[in-house]
């Protein structure tokens, strides 16, 4: 059974950091592109950063450009999303995904159905 299962979630006040990590069951972990999605309360599935299997390709949502950075160690099977100066608008449920287009061909990853695999999410919570 695929596994992909997030942490690294809290409260953390405004200007605060936080880092996100996925961990998940996909072999070879390097098969796949990742992906970080994000949804607030009542709003839909929105889009913050995307890699490429190699790592050499990354994607961000404007509004998380220059304050987060994901990564990912295909040794672990693991991606990563490091946030930094965070906001109360970032407040959401973060989950990662996993898509076979590995290398995003002819696109960058930001749309959900473009990916196979979700994990359940975690929260972050941001205070003013």
């Known amino acids: 059974q695929i596994q992909l299962v997030e942490s690294g979630g809290g409260l953390v006040q405004a200007g605060g950091s936080l880092s996100l990590s996925c961990v998940t069951s996909?072999?070879?972990?390097?098969?796949?592109?990742m992906g970080w999605f994000r949804q607030a309360s009542g709003k839909g599935r929105e889009f913050v950063a995307s890699i490429s299997w190699t790592g050499d390709n990354t994607y961000y949502t404007d509004s998380v450009k220059g304050r987060f950075t994901i990564s990912r160690e295909n040794a672990k099977s693991t991606v990563y999303l490091q946030m930094n100066s965070l906001k109360p608008e970032d407040t959401a449920v973060y989950s990662c995904a996993a898509s076979l287009n590995a290398n995003f061909i002819g696109t960058q990853g930001r749309r959900p159905q473009e990916y196979e695999y979700w994990g359940q999410g975690t929260q972050v919570t941001v205070s003013s």
């Open positions: 996909l072999r070879p972990f390097s098969r796949y592109a």
